[in-house]
């Protein structure tokens, strides 16, 4: 995850110049592309092998147990488990603030948990492998 990590500080120290001078469009931009160029969301396939060798399997396993959950309830998944910025994360699935809370409020039913603090619970434990 650490080097995750890193790859995004780096890539996105090495845009701060351009970063500046840029609009908010061109921002939005530039953050959306740092993220699919160093965690490959456009591609699911490459996503989820790098999101699964993270995080103990975690596409897998919640494919696996949980086929109701969409691509963006996955996604929002691995960006928690990351600790995306909320921001950022709104901008990567290209949705408002108050539709990533009904999305997480969805993804607890979804799994049947009680609260949004018992889905992050469950997807700490999950990637750990606990």
């Not at 840029?22 to 490459?46: K, S």
């Not at 396993?61 to 691509?71: Q, R």
Request: one cysteine or more; proline letters at 1%; a positive charge.
């Amino acid at each position: 995850m650490d080097s995750l990590l890193q790859k995004i500080e780096d890539s996105r120290i090495s845009q701060v110049a351009a970063y500046k001078k840029a609009t908010i469009e061109q921002r939005e931009q530039m953050d959306r592309e740092l993220y699919n160029t160093c965690l490959h969301i456009n591609d699911w396939e490459v996503f989820k092998q790098l999101m699964n060798k993270t995080f103990n399997n975690i596409i897998t396993t919640l494919e696996s147990y949980h086929s109701e959950l969409t691509k963006k309830d996955i996604i929002w998944c691995c960006l928690f488990l990351l600790d995306v910025p909320t921001n950022d994360i709104i901008l990567v699935l290209d949705i408002q603030s108050v539709s990533l809370y009904k999305l997480k409020q969805r993804l607890s039913q979804k799994l049947k948990l009680t609260s949004t603090k018992e889905l992050e619970l469950f997807l700490t434990t999950k990637s750990k492998g606990k």
